[in-house]
């Protein structure tokens, strides 16, 4: 019997190939340096639209030197989980300082954010349990989900007459239920619609759960993220450190019984290293300028703003809500998305390329994010070099009038 070879999909894997030959291949980039709201590439500097640092703190000196220091006083690395020999007291402090901060009992630190919802989400729902989880949830939601062995319903995006009729499916069953959302969805840039949700989830009994990845720091009267813009407390939430926080890893938080399970059951946290000294310190510092210094979100909110309201006037369709650090610019099919992304990348700017399966077919996209330190000199070129792009790729025309023959966003 021929037996096949577990490799050989590779080999016809060419994609990525071909797009290098034509030039269009936006992924795996290098960069040289990073100044946060500049970096260098191939010896050019571009202004980096494409980053999640929406504050703008990985080179905040406080940020960098609270780095600094851990690294002198614990070394490089925890060399182990957080449940034998990895737990720093710097640790305990950020999961005080966290909890304190979101308004909840107790909170979890993991070393990433997708590790965080790998096992909240698992440890917490299980066979038997229903999780209700929205279409365009996150990846590390819909891995969570399905590492969870729990029957998963995926309802429409943010469509809460399908959530609803969902909650009354496993309310009717008498099963436990969890409903997940992202709070703001990355790729569109658009808010959770969480009031509903909310009050859908408390009329059927079940739990509810938000991704605040994209949120904190950013939403909320005092940065804790949508739930907080949507005047709605969540059951459980997670953050992440890769985003605003400036570092990397993430936590969850929610009441402390529920955390103390999870520090016991959750795969993720037991069975992988802890998150190093430099990037909890590196985190701490920048949740204390976050409580500190609001005029970071709202300065980012108004430069996204801007651009948005910019693009719009020179053509671009953009999408998600005004209270959003990200404006997707909606391009439709990939080729013409790969050229708009390498016109814009020679022009100097830095944006990200968003395709399938991140979007779905036929809606690719360029996804651009905002810095609370761009300055404004920065974002009127971003403008400039947008309409160049738009103009060499035949999105946008050159005559006086043409911005208004296209849907605006
Ligand atoms: C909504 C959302 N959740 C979770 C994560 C995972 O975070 P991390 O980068 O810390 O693994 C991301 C990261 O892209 C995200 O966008």
Not at 214 to 231: D, F, K, N, T
Not at 249 to 265: K, L, S
Request: net charge negative; charged share 20%; aromatic share 6%.
């Amino acid at each position: 019997m021929q037996v096949l070879d577990i490799f050989q999909k590779c080999e016809g894997f060419n994609r990525p190939d071909e797009l290098k030959g034509l030039g269009v291949y936006p992924y795996f980039i290098p960069l040289e340096g990073s100044e946060g709201t500049e970096v260098e590439i191939g010896g050019n500097r571009l202004i980096m639209i494409g980053s999640n640092n929406y504050l703008g703190l990985t080179h905040h000196p406080r940020v960098r030197d609270a780095a600094q220091r851990a690294i002198e006083r614990y070394g490089t690395s925890c060399s182990g989980s957080r449940f034998l020999n990895g737990t720093l007291e710097l640790h305990e402090e950020l999961e005080r300082r966290l909890a304190a901060f979101m308004g909840q009992e107790a909170a979890l630190c993991y070393s990433t954010g997708f590790q965080v919802n790998l096992g909240a989400i698992s440890s917490i729902c299980g066979k038997g349990d229903v999780i209700l989880c929205d279409r365009e949830n996150h990846a590390s939601i819909i891995d969570g989900c399905r590492l969870s062995f729990a029957d998963v319903r995926k309802f429409r995006h943010s469509d809460v007459e399908d959530l609803e009729h969902h909650l009354q499916a496993a309310s009717g069953q008498g099963r436990a239920t969890l409903v997940v959302v992202d709070g703001l969805y990355s790729m569109m840039g658009d808010l959770a619609p969480l009031r509903e949700i909310r009050s859908l989830a408390d009329r059927y009994g079940a739990r509810l759960m938000v991704d605040e990845a994209h949120a904190i720091g950013v939403l909320g009267q005092h940065g804790r993220g949508a739930a907080e813009h949507c005047g709605v407390h969540p059951d459980l939430v997670m953050g992440t450190f890769s985003k605003s926080l400036a570092s990397l890893g993430g936590f969850v938080a929610g009441p402390a019984h529920v955390i103390h399970f999870m520090r016991h059951h959750a795969r993720s946290l037991i069975f992988s290293a802890s998150i190093t000294p430099s990037a909890a310190a590196a985190a701490l510092a920048a949740l204390e300028l976050i409580e500190t210094m609001p005029e970071m979100r709202r300065r980012v909110l108004q430069i996204a703003h801007r651009v948005r309201t910019g693009l719009a006037d020179i053509g671009f369709r953009t999408a998600g809500t005004l209270a959003s650090p990200i404006v997707p610019v909606l391009v439709g099919d990939q080729d013409r998305m790969l050229r708009l992304w390498r016109a814009l990348f020679d022009s100097g700017l830095f944006t990200n390329a968003v395709t399938q399966p991140a979007v779905p077919v036929g809606a690719d996209l360029i996804r651009t994010s905002y810095i609370a330190s761009h300055t404004d000199e920065q974002i009127d070129e971003v403008l400039r070099r947008f309409a160049a792009a738009g103009r060499k790729v035949g999105m946008i025309d050159d005559g006086p009038d043409t911005s208004s023959q296209v849907a605006r966003g």
